[in-house]
């Protein structure tokens, strides 16, 4: 069984940052995405970031281009999300999910249908 732990949200300032840690267990596969979303209230959820297990390839969302960045660690199977410039609108629940393909990714795409996801973790943006 897949399971995903987010953490590192937090409260902080305009123009601050946070990193966001996703620690997967339980993969198996070679290949698989690893994704965050985020979902504010009242406003439908919004793919963030993604990237690939199989070569490190990204995807991000409008909004967050140029100012977050994910990576991974291979060896703990840990995903970071890296937020510089955080904007009051980046206030969300944000959520890491994984999507565990059969092949090669040669990139990754939010309109996966995700396999597992983790419990969540709050970011408020607030002066």
């Known amino acids: 069984q897949v399971h995903l732990v987010g953490s590192g949200g937090g409260l902080v300032q305009p123009g601050g940052s946070l990193r966001l840690s996703c620690a997967a267990s339980?993969?198996?596969?070679?290949?698989?995405?690893i994704a965050w979303f985020r979902q504010a209230p009242g406003k439908e959820r919004e793919g963030v970031a993604c990237?690939?297990?199989?070569?490190?390839?990204?995807n991000y969302g409008g909004s967050v281009m140029g100012r977050f960045t994910i990576s991974r660690d291979n060896v703990q199977n840990t995903v970071y999300l890296q937020m510089n410039s955080l904007e009051p609108e980046d206030t969300a629940v944000y959520y890491c999910?994984?999507?565990?393909?059969?092949?090669?990714?040669?990139?990754?795409?939010?309109?996966?249908?995700?396999?597992?996801w983790g419990q969540g973790t709050q970011v408020t943006v607030s002066s």
């Open positions: 999910t994984v999507d565990i393909g059969y092949g090669f990714y040669s990139g990754c795409e939010f309109y996966y249908e995700y396999d597992y």
């Open positions: 990237i690939t297990s199989s070569d490190g390839s990204t």
């Open positions: 339980g993969l198996t596969e070679a290949h698989y995405a």
